[in-house]
C-alpha cells in the first residue's frame, strides 16, 4: 500500500507538494493507494482500478493536539468513492484516547453495516513511545474493538510478538526517510516477524528514485526479496532511469 494522505494533518509535506508530478508515475506498481477524498477527487485519475484505503478522521493540524480528532468522512461519501478501507488514527495513551477510539467503534459500525472494512492506526503521539510493549498493548486494543487490519510501526525488538497477539492482520507503517537499504531490511523483517504488507509513504516518495523504491518495496513484500538483493535492484532501476 501506497500511503500519500500526510497532507491532511501535515499540508504540503516533503515530496507530496505536487501530489500529481510526483505520486502519479508511481500508481501503476501500487497495490492499493492510501489518500484523501480531496487528493483523489483532484487528482487521482478514475482510471486508477486499484484499492483506495481512504483517510477518515481528521481535524487537528501539526500546530495543535494531534490526537483530537473526529471522523472526518460520511458513510454515503465512502460508498460513492467505491473506497476498499477507511483509515482511522487511534490514540491509545493519548490526551484524547477514548474520543480517538470512538471514531473507530463508530467507523467500524458504519462500514460493517456496508461490507466496507476499517484500517485502524496505531498513532504515535510526539511525546509517546514507540516500543514493543506500547506497539503490543495498542494493536491489540485496536483489534479487539472491531477493525479488520491494523496499521503499525515495527519495532526491532520482538515485533513476532506484536503480530502474534493481534488477532487481525498487520501492515507497518513506513516511517521517517530512512536510507533505502535500511527501509527495505525493515520491511523485510516485518514481513518476516508476520505483517501482512506494508503502507509506505516517505520511504518511497522522499526517496531520489521513487520509481525505483516503490519496485524495490514490491519485491520484498512479494517476492521475499532480501533487502541487500533488493537494494541492488533498486540501485540498478535508479541508474537505468538516471541514463534515460
Ligand atoms: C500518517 O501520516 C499516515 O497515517 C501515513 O499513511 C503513515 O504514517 C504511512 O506513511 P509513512 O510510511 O510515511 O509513515
Redesign the pocket.
Known amino acids: 500500500m501506497l ?4 497532507g ?3 499540508g504540503p509535506t516533503t515530496g507530496l507538494e505536487r501530489v500529481d508530478v510526483t505520486i502519479l508515475p508511481l500508481l501503476p506498481y501500487a497495490d492499493t493507494l ?1 489518500l484523501t477524498r480531496g487528493i483523489l477527487r483532484t487528482i487521482i485519475p478514475p482510471t486508477f482500478g486499484k484499492g483506495i484505503v481512504l ?1 477518515a478522521s481528521g481535524g487537528p493540524s501539526i500546530l495543535s493536539d494531534l490526537s483530537n480528532e473526529q471522523i472526518a468522512i460520511d458513510i454515503d461519501e465512502a460508498i460513492r468513492l467505491n473506497v476498499a478501507a477507511m ?1 482511522v ?1 487511534v490514540f491509545i495513551g493519548g490526551k484524547m484516547e477514548t474520543q480517538s477510539v470512538h471514531n473507530m467503534t463508530r467507523l467500524v459500525d458504519m462500514g460493517n453495516r456496508y461490507g466496507i472494512p476499517t484500517l485502524g ?1 496505531t ?1 504515535v503521539g510526539k511525546d509517546m513511545a514507540r516500543d514493543v510493549k506500547y506497539m503490543r498493548l495498542a494493536c491489540r486494543i485496536i483489534a479487539e474493538l472491531g477493525v479488520t487490519y491494523v ?1 503499525t510501526y515495527y519495532v526491532p525488538e520482538g515485533f513476532d510478538t506484536v503480530a502474534a497477539s493481534c488477532p487481525v492482520p498487520i501492515v507497518i ?4 526517510k530512512l536510507p533505502e537499504l535500511e527501509a527495505l531490511t525493515m520491511a523485510f523483517n516485518a514481513i518476516q516477524e508476520g505483517a501482512a504488507g506494508v ?6 516518495f522522499q526517496s531520489d528514485s521513487p520509481i525505483a523504491m516503490i519496485q524495490a518495496v514490491r519485491k520484498v513484500v512479494h517476492e521475499k526479496e532480501k533487502p541487500k538483493a533488493a537494494y541492488d535492484f533498486f540501485l540498478t532501476e535508479k541508474n537505468r532511469a538516471k541514463k534515460g
Open positions: 500511503a500519500i494522505d500526510h491532511y494533518f501535515q492510501m483517510r483509515a488514527q492506526v498513532a496499521k507503517a513506513g516511517g521517517k503502507d509506505m509513504g516517505r520511504n518511497i
